[in-house]
């Protein structure tokens, strides 16, 4: 990790890191493609852009999962496969943000120094695990694979409260040849989830003095899982946000 913390001279204030959000486990089915776009918030209105890790310092054995294909704009993209290539992968990726402007920065005692659009300034690690399944009876979503239904947010979904202020985030799932079981997510410590049924899950959430600062921005990333008669079926559900 690499965090640039010199002022920069169109905010005038030191950089802020980009957000993003995943789960520590995604699963796809060998026979399904899937396309998986991260979250890519910056606080600073910067281009984030996302890469694997090339170096001993960035990425253990640093060698890019095989079924993977990873795009500069954080795009992760899954294509059917062989039952030869089920398993787990290891994903060690670097998110980076890039001004959008030659701009300057300044350190209090080491002067100044220019950043062009095409240097970064803050590099952070995100790994994960991918995991190949057996193959599903069935691609489409709302089958033995969950498909989420409103009022469950979108991708990108931003909600905006005050400290003290709670906030309840409605989920909802179907999966017409399997159960719903479960939902996960990562976000603030305190988030709690509750469930009135199959599919159907609420998460809240109350931020208190101490996770605000500023007009902090917290990601949050959930999915559904189902089970099936033989098997656990799960759908990758791209990061869901909430910026606070």
């Given at each position: 990790?690499?965090?640039?913390?010199?002022?920069?001279?169109?905010?005038?204030?030191?950089?802020?890191?980009?957000?993003?959000?995943?789960?520590?486990?995604?699963?796809?089915?060998?026979?399904?493609?899937?396309?998986?776009s991260l979250l890519t918030f910056d606080p600073d209105g910067?281009?984030?852009?996302?890469?694997?890790?090339?170096?001993?310092?960035?990425?253990?054995?640093?060698?890019?999962?095989?079924?993977?294909?990873?795009?500069?704009?954080?795009?992760?993209?899954?294509?059917?496969?062989s039952s030869s290539n089920e398993g787990s992968y290891a994903?060690?990726?670097?998110?980076?943000?890039?001004?959008?402007?030659?701009?300057?920065?300044?350190?209090?005692?080491?002067?100044?120094?220019?950043?062009?659009?095409?240097?970064?300034?803050?590099?952070?690690?995100?790994?994960?695990?991918?995991?190949?399944?057996?193959?599903?009876?069935?691609?489409?979503?709302?089958?033995?694979?969950?498909?989420?239904?409103?009022?469950?947010?979108?991708?990108?979904?931003?909600?905006?409260?005050?400290?003290?202020?709670?906030?309840?985030?409605?989920?909802?799932?179907?999966?017409?040849?399997?159960?719903?079981?479960?939902?996960?997510?990562?976000?603030?410590?305190?988030?709690?989830?509750?469930?009135?049924?199959?599919?159907?899950?609420?998460?809240?959430?109350?931020?208190?003095?101490?996770?605000?600062?500023?007009?902090?921005?917290?990601?949050?990333?959930?999915?559904?899982?189902?089970?099936?008669?033989?098997?656990?079926?799960?759908?990758?559900?791209?990061?869901?946000?909430?910026?606070?």
């Open positions: 990790m690499f965090v640039e913390e010199r002022k920069r001279s169109d905010i005038n204030r030191p950089n802020s890191s980009p957000k993003t959000g995943i789960l520590p486990l995604v699963r796809v089915p060998s026979n399904c493609q899937r396309n998986i910067d281009k984030v852009q996302c890469r694997y890790g090339s170096n001993s310092n960035e990425c253990y054995t640093c060698t890019p999962p095989s079924v993977l294909s990873l795009s500069s704009s954080c795009s992760l993209s899954f294509s059917p496969t994903v060690q990726l670097m998110m980076e943000d890039f001004p959008r402007q030659i701009i300057t920065l300044t350190h209090y005692s080491s002067g100044t120094t220019s950043k062009s659009s095409s240097s970064s300034m803050t590099r952070i690690p995100v790994q994960f695990l991918f995991k190949v399944d057996p193959a599903a009876p069935s691609c489409t979503a709302g089958e033995y694979l969950p498909r989420f239904l409103p009022p469950t947010p979108e991708h990108g979904a931003q909600f905006f409260i005050d400290v003290n202020e709670m906030i309840e985030i409605n989920i909802r799932a179907e999966a017409t040849q399997s159960e719903i079981t479960e939902l996960l997510f990562s976000g603030p410590f305190n988030m709690t989830k509750s469930s009135s049924g199959s599919g159907y899950f609420t998460l809240t959430w109350t931020p208190s003095f101490s996770q605000y600062d500023d007009e902090e921005n917290h990601p949050i990333c959930f999915t559904v899982q189902a089970k099936s008669v033989s098997d656990l079926i799960r759908n990758f559900k791209s990061s869901h946000i909430i910026y606070l």
